[in-house]
């Protein structure tokens, strides 16, 4: 079946610094999403993107649609303490409403 | 507007035994999904209801998984008899349509075989 592969496992990272994270796949999506999931918590979204070439911010996130329709990318700028979670990509195809997660980047942020 | 509810919360069981786990969608959406999440992994899809219909339930495994949803609304997963490696965190998620339509979570059911 269809996987992801998202790249890094986790990050270590020091408050302020940009961090950036990735998501392929051998196939082709048509809509990708970036979500971010809290211990005992369900994924939350942060960005959905629809279209290839798409380039998409909310607040200090910037997610892009891949031109090969096969990749997408995840930037936060200046992190905080409160970033810390497990960031999935997903992506979504032409069949229907499944989505298809990646196994997951974990971010922790060091104040 | 309220979340999608999931309960209980924990669910502790010895392998062989039953377990079902409850979902109230957001109300008006149409479409209800089941996740599975298994420790370190992303949730993978188990079954999606379409109103009261079954979409797609390929990668429910049959043998021991069910769930309904009789009147389009809530919906249960049953998990008979239960195996050590069910132990994962179910999601539940509901969207106003299929396709498209963004997806909410619940917080899920943790589910641990001992």
């Known amino acids: 079946g269809q996987q992801l592969n998202q790249s890094p496992q986790s990050m270590f990272i020091q408050e302020g610094e940009d961090v950036s994270m990735n998501c392929t796949s051998s196939?082709?999506?048509?809509?990708w999403l970036w979500y971010k999931q809290e211990p005992g918590e369900g994924p939350v979204l942060l960005i959905a993107?629809?279209?290839?070439?798409e380039l998409t911010s909310n607040g200090r996130l910037t997610a892009q649609f891949g031109i090969t329709r096969k990749d997408s990318f995840l930037n936060i700028s200046a992190s905080i303490p409160s970033d810390v979670g497990i960031y999935f990509c997903?992506?979504?195809?032409?069949?229907?409403?499944?989505?298809?997660f990646g196994q997951g980047t974990e971010l922790s942020v060091k104040p | 507007e309220a979340g999608v509810a999931q309960s209980p919360r924990y669910k502790i069981i010895e392998k062989r035994q039953s377990v079902a786990f409850w979902c109230n969608p957001i109300?008006?959406?149409?479409?209800l999904y089941w996740y599975q999440q298994i420790l370190g992994q992303g949730p993978k899809l188990l079954i999606q209801?379409?109103?009261?219909?079954?979409?797609?339930d390929s990668q429910l495994p049959k043998d021991r998984f069910s769930a309904e949803r009789l009147k389009g609304v809530d919906s249960t997963l049953k998990i008979q008899p239960a195996k050590l490696e069910d132990s994962a965190v179910y999601l539940c998620?509901?969207?106003?349509?299929?396709?498209?339509?963004?997806?909410?979570f619940g917080a899920g059911t943790r589910l641990s075989v001992l």
């Open positions: 196939s082709i999506f048509n809509t």
């Open positions: 998620a509901s969207s106003l349509a299929s396709g498209l339509s963004i997806q909410y």
């Open positions: 109300s008006g959406h149409a479409t």
């Open positions: 209801f379409q109103n009261n219909g079954v979409v797609d």
């Open positions: 993107l629809y279209k290839a070439g």
């Open positions: 997903a992506g979504q195809n032409f069949q229907g409403g499944k989505l298809i």
